[in-house]
């Protein structure tokens, strides 16, 4: 990833007085010219880096503007170390690893063990409990193709279950709601789509590269779009699956009936999405109003138990 090899530099740099640009591509597995670019990145942040010529020569930070290592607080480092450590999780490589160790030799030894228990303080796990095991694979091969500006071609099951053979030109990962996406440039639909991983497969990456386009990145938040388009349904729960309707509103929606039910005013969108929320419930869960919501909940559960009838 370039930012954690643009913060792996400085980090070089503020350890040693002076590098070439050789070893510093040597140390990152990229080409010197991705290093003179990665420099010129560093200098427009702010941090100015000079070039010295000849023998023993190489980049170095202005003496003058050297960075003390005191200037991270403890909770600058276990807010970093917080947040490179959970994304361990799910991105492996040796860029990550490096950066890490670069950023635990900026710890005190005196701070070690306040800055451990802080970075434990959070955890998040971004691999699965089960599932589809090919999400972590592709998560990898995706961001290959990201670095090397590969194409990807898969097979992908669309909505209703559609399935299409695509390939695409990869722009971004994007982790939202417990669910990874890529967003990319869809050669089949000459445009840009978010492609969720779960629902790929035969991923491969093509040995053609492509010349990368300046993108508008996908929206993600539709919650004004949701608002205008939800609605409140009244339903009748089961205590057994109390925990679960806390997944989609909060407490204050739930009115107790009797020692073993609740009433809620549970939100809802009128399409298949919301529909199956409510089937999941199965019998611990009875829509009350209003009546043509109730009305289609009956004919869905009559169809489903018309496929087990003899």
């Not at 170095?60 to 909770?75: G, H, L, R």
């Not at 991983?197 to 386009?213: A, C, D």
């Not at 919650?223 to 407490?251: A, G």
């Not at 009956?298 to 169809?303: L, R, S, T, W």
């Amino acid at each position: 990833m370039k930012v954690d090899r643009l913060v792996s530099i400085i980090m070089t740099l503020l350890d040693k007085k002076r590098i070439g640009a050789q070893e510093l591509a040597d140390m990152f597995e990229v080409s010197p010219r991705t290093i003179y670019r990665d420099i010129d990145a560093i200098n427009m942040a702010g941090i100015p880096i000079r070039s010295i010529s000849g023998v023993g020569g190489g980049f170095e930070i202005m003496p003058e503007y050297k960075i003390d290592k005191n200037v991270f607080s403890t909770a600058d480092l276990s807010a970093i170390l917080m947040a490179l450590s959970n994304l361990s999780n799910m991105v492996r490589g040796d860029e990550l690893v490096n950066v890490l160790a670069k950023i635990k030799s900026f710890i005190p030894a005196d701070k070690a063990k306040d800055i451990e228990i802080k970075t434990n303080q959070i955890c998040v796990d971004l691999s699965s409990w089960s599932g589809n095991q090919n999400i972590q694979l592709y998560f990898q091969m995706i961001k290959t193709a990201l670095e090397d500006h590969k194409l990807l071609y898969f097979e992908y099951i669309a909505h209703h279950g559609n399935k299409t053979v695509r390939t695409v030109e990869p722009y971004q990962l994007v982790l939202k709601s417990n669910h990874w996406y890529f967003y990319g440039y869809c050669y089949n639909r000459n445009d840009y789509r978010l492609f969720r991983l779960s629902r790929m497969s035969n991923l491969q990456i093509e040995q053609e590269t492509f010349v990368p386009r300046d993108y508008q990145k996908p929206i993600l938040d539709f919650q004004k779009i949701i608002e205008t388009m939800q609605i409140e349904i009244k339903i009748r729960i089961h205590k057994s699956v109390l925990d679960r309707v806390l997944e989609f509103c909060t407490y204050d929606h739930f009115v107790p009936d009797g020692d073993e039910h609740y009433i809620v005013n549970f939100p809802f969108i009128e399409n298949e999405y919301y529909y199956d929320i409510l089937l999941s419930f199965g019998d611990k869960c009875e829509c009350l109003e209003p009546l043509h919501i109730r009305t289609e909940m009956k004919h869905k559960i009559y169809n489903i138990a018309a496929i087990y009838s003899d």
